[in-house]
């Protein structure tokens, strides 16, 4: 939560229409805490598939979420899922499943018995069978039984997921469900959230990674400081910022003969030196990294590191708030 900013003026505008179409439908929503604005003016409409909220932490996602689902009111707005309102529409929220951001799991129920649990509080008919099936898409079924005070962190989120599942939702909200995944269980979940969209399932993932995002989907809305200042796809998002120079980090055993060669072979447009390190400014990242690889070979130089240092999210949200 954040005090309210003042207006992005060169931010891309967010789409602000009314009567939305749509599984999820927010109209010109904020939220006040007090004297404190959570969020503040959003306006989106999504459908089926796969959608990636994308926002740095305390930046109203998880209010937003919460209102999405019902558990919370609308300052100013409204808020409409599948074509109700999810705060007074007691069978829509049936519909309905948040993978929260908080771990709030029974440590001393096994897996099964926690998804069983959820599957009950929704009224599902068989809430053994749903369990099992949820358990399964979330490669947990040959560890049920085991005590969820056992689980790392990313069985945790799988079995948060789980417990999601279990209702047969038509509308999925998950709040940072990758957080704590190795890298395979991340794509795993992610190929799974495009299975259930592909159901025709509405399916909105909050992150704060860029390259989670990227695996996601193309469909991104961008949130900051409860603001919604860019929607659409993910690469004409990053494609924003293809008027500015790429910032690398490259680590290797003689950075200043590396250096010298990327310059004599006109792959940067800015260079500096590091302690260990070739700071590199450039407008064609691709070629530099078709290019680098060799050219080090060429040199005997051996490489320790290459990282992109402004294609996180932050760099984004500093390019579209400040602008070009």
């Known amino acids: 939560m954040t005090e309210l900013p003042p207006p992005v003026v060169q931010a891309p505008a967010p789409p602000a229409p009314t009567n939305y179409p749509g599984m999820i439908a927010v109209d010109n929503v904020s939220k006040f805490f007090g004297s404190v604005v959570a969020v ?73 018995e926690f998804v069983v649990f959820a599957a009950r509080t929704q009224a599902v008919r ?40 279990v209702n047969d939702p038509e509308v999925l909200i998950l709040d940072e469900p990758l957080a704590g995944l190795d890298p395979v269980q991340r794509r795993n979940m992610i190929a799974l959230f495009h299975r259930l969209g592909d159901e025709g399932r509405c399916v909105l993932v909050s992150s704060h990674v860029l390259d989670e995002v990227a695996r996601l989907g193309s469909r991104v809305l961008v ?23 790429h910032r690398i980090r490259v680590g290797a055993s003689d950075p200043r003969k590396l250096g010298s060669a990327l310059v004599d072979h006109g792959l940067v447009s800015g260079l500096s030196l590091d302690d260990g390190y070739v700071l590199v ?16 070979v060429d040199l005997g130089v051996r490489l320790t590191e290459v990282s992109p240092l402004d294609d996180d999210l932050e760099s984004v949200f500093r390019y579209l708030v400040e602008g070009r």
Do not use: W
Request: proline share 4%.
């Open 223 to 245: 949130i900051a400081q409860g603001r919604l200042i860019a929607s659409g796809d993910y690469r004409d998002l990053r494609d924003l910022m293809d008027d500015r120079p």
């Open 40 to 112: 503040s003016e959003v306006s989106f409409s999504i459908d089926e598939g796969v959608t990636a909220l994308l926002g740095p932490n305390g930046a109203g996602k998880s209010t937003l979420f919460r209102m999405m689902c019902g558990l919370t009111p609308p300052s100013r707005g409204t808020v409409q899922v599948l074509g109700t309102d999810p705060r007074h529409d007691r069978a829509v929220r049936g519909r309905i499943s948040l993978v929260a951001q908080q771990d709030a799991l029974f440590d001393h129920l096994s897996a099964s």
């Open 126 to 165: 068989d809430a053994d069978d749903a369990a099992a099936g949820a358990l399964e898409a979330v490669e947990l079924s040959d560890v049920g039984s085991k005590p969820l005070g056992q689980f790392s962190k990313g069985m945790r989120q799988r079995v948060k997921i789980a417990s999601a599942l």
């Open 281 to 296: 400014d450039t407008l064609d990242v691709d070629a530099f990294g078709r290019q680098l690889a060799v050219l080090a």
